[in-house]
């Protein structure tokens, strides 16, 4: 009995990265693009899946094949996949179709006001995407391994699954270092205390929180296997959620970013009045991975 | 011009200096007790005014606060221009940090239940309150021509949840960060905004006609002031914030840039016709929404706005009112039952039908029946424009104090159960 696209997708675990897909644009940065998912494809022994909107010639076909065989992939291990229709419903289509685990796009840092509320093609498919989608700002013609990961281990319930992915890759990648970093947000802390506390019962408040944060983390990390063979750090930083993470990963400079994928759908209110991913869409502090629960 | 001479700056300086030391001393007082600060400055108020120290010493009352016990006098009115405009400026302070604490995305993040919970809690409490003024018109003393707007105005005021009693409660608790803690929070926020708003519009309402201000501009302005400073006004404070933290004196620039731009949204609300504090709210929302105000500027706001104008208002309660001569207890025990009934029921109402389990529902209707200091600036401000008298006033203050006293336990309890 054959099983159904929605229930092979239902449950699935966002990692190992079994199928690999990367949206071909033939900008002048689609070679590096691709360079970038090739390398993640070998690493992560994935199928690698070009995918190009609209009709594809021969000329472009061999461009994308030359492309891909120069990362040293064999010809049996990617597929080029094209097809006509609205760009974004396209790719999500195709992306659903072959259960690709990881979508690969080369995104810009910054984009300018108007195409930040109106939403580019990688912000909304990251904002739609049913896989992983990793945001690539600054993609290298010569890529390199994520050395330094982060990960944001706000007190959500997918997050156990995007630090699981976390350790997963930063394994895959035998990683320098791991950021755990726990945002904690409580919103009115400063007005219903600020009447009757004095510094040092605020202070001590603050520090129960980050204690709480760090005991969450711990255990939760207990549980995830292969954690114990890399290097964790583990911080607590209050602020809002995707603000603070912004903030922290624009200092600390990771090499990939790994967060939760978003609670719902998000539309132009979540732009006009942002809040936890929209934050770090609007300016891409490093490459981003937003990892999706699929259900979990 | 009128100008304050010698005397009236030692009388005004000196009931300053009293209101502030001794509603810090009652507001410790009752912190040791677990109580908010704000009921032991109305205590202290209630102390310092003509309901006890005017009672029992009355010469004593007259030589610290001539402009209250003799207002008639005219040379103790510069004092009471003075006081007044204290007074006027502590409130629309206090709507600044109540405009600070409003998070739309969170509202938005919550969603359907946040909404439902919104909806049911405000409809059901303004209904109750316009029925019970409609039929009880003489225990709320509403004349026949203002028996609806008296309605809607008591309405309003069961309709709000005291944002900041709650949330210290709920963190206390550890419910906070939890579905149940994020609806309560959510749906007080949003009350909050859509009572001021409705308040503000009532009180135009009520005013409008001596002003002349046409109502339709009033709505238009009010609705292009907070589409500006919600949007673009929110981006561009936000994104100014992190050069004026960094290039200016800290927190002086902060604070400086803060308070202007309250004053002015005051300013503006107030110029077309809507009360000064709806400007002072959205301004406060705008700013507490950038991500980028540091907690310790919100932390000195906080502090700077809570512990000085904050006691000024709440002491200025007790000072101007008479809680002993305007105790009605049938009318304060009617309000305590329209109000208890009114918004337990209707949260518990529009949680379930958001997706609540029945369990959660009434631990959401049972926190939601919290109220706090906005109910009680409510009170002033439609006292101060005729809308109700002394007696309801105190009867909404002492609905808050029950209020405020009775949620933590009553919480625990539906929780518990």
Known sequence: ?296 | MVKLGHHDIIVFLIALGLILIIARLFAELFNQFKLPSVLGEIIAGVLLGPSVLGFFWPESFEYLFPFIAHPEFTSTIPVQYAMDSMINISVIMLLFVAGMEVQLPLVIEQGKVALSTTFFSMLIPIAVGYLGVHFLPDLFMATDGDVGLVGFFIGVVLSITALPVIARILIDMKLFKTRIGMTIIASAMLIDLLGWLIFSVLLSVIEGGSSGVDLTYTLVSIILFGGFMLTIGTRLIDKSLPWVQTKFAWPGGVLALSFGLCFLGAAFTESIGIHSILGAFIVGIAFGESANLRDRTREIIHQFITNVFAPIFFVSIGLYVNFVENFNFSLIAILLVLAYSSKILGARIGAGLGGLSKKDAWTVGVSMNTHGVLEIILGSLAMSVGLINEEVFVAIVVLVVVSIITSAPMIKRTINK
């Open chain 1, 1 to 296: 009995m054959s099983v159904s696209l929605a229930e092979q997708l239902r449950g699935r675990l966002p990692y190992p990265f079994e199928t690999i897909a990367v949206a071909v644009t033939f900008s002048s940065r689609y070679k590096v693009v691709i360079k970038e998912a090739a390398r993640l494809a070998r690493i992560h022994r994935s199928k690698l899946i070009l995918i190009y909107v609209g009709v594809l010639d021969e000329q472009q076909k061999q461009k994308m094949t030359r492309c891909v065989k120069e990362c040293h992939i064999k010809e049996k291990y990617f597929t080029i996949i094209s097809m006509k229709g609205a760009v974004v419903n396209t790719i999500l289509k195709i992306c659903k179709q072959n259960v690709v685990d990881l979508l690969v796009l080369g995104a810009l840092k910054k984009e300018s006001v108007i195409k930040h509320y109106v939403g580019s093609v990688a912000r909304k498919i990251s904002r739609k995407a049913k896989c992983s989608v990793l945001l690539m700002p600054n993609p290298k013609d010569r890529p390199q391994t994520f050395n330094k990961i982060a990960v944001s281990a706000v007190d959500l319930p997918k997050t156990p699954l995007t630090m699981t992915t976390a350790v997963y890759i930063a394994n895959q990648e035998n990683s320098d270092v791991l950021h755990v970093v726990s945002e904690e947000y409580i919103p009115m802390f400063e007005s219903a205390y600020a009447d009757c506390s004095t510094d040092v019962e605020l202070d001590n408040r603050k520090a129960e929180f980050a204690e709480q944060c760090k005991l969450r983390t711990r255990k939760l990390l207990d549980e995830i296997p292969g954690s114990s063979a890399i290097n964790i750090k583990k911080r607590v930083i209050f602020g809002k959620p995707g603000h603070s993470i912004h903030v922290f990963a624009k200092s600390c400079k990771p090499d990939l970013l790994l967060v939760n994928s978003p609670k719902k759908h998000l539309g132009l209110l979540d732009r006009l009045f942002p809040h936890d991913l929209e934050y770090l869409l609007e300016d891409l502090p490093c490459n981003l991975l937003i990892v999706h629960s699929r259900g979990f």
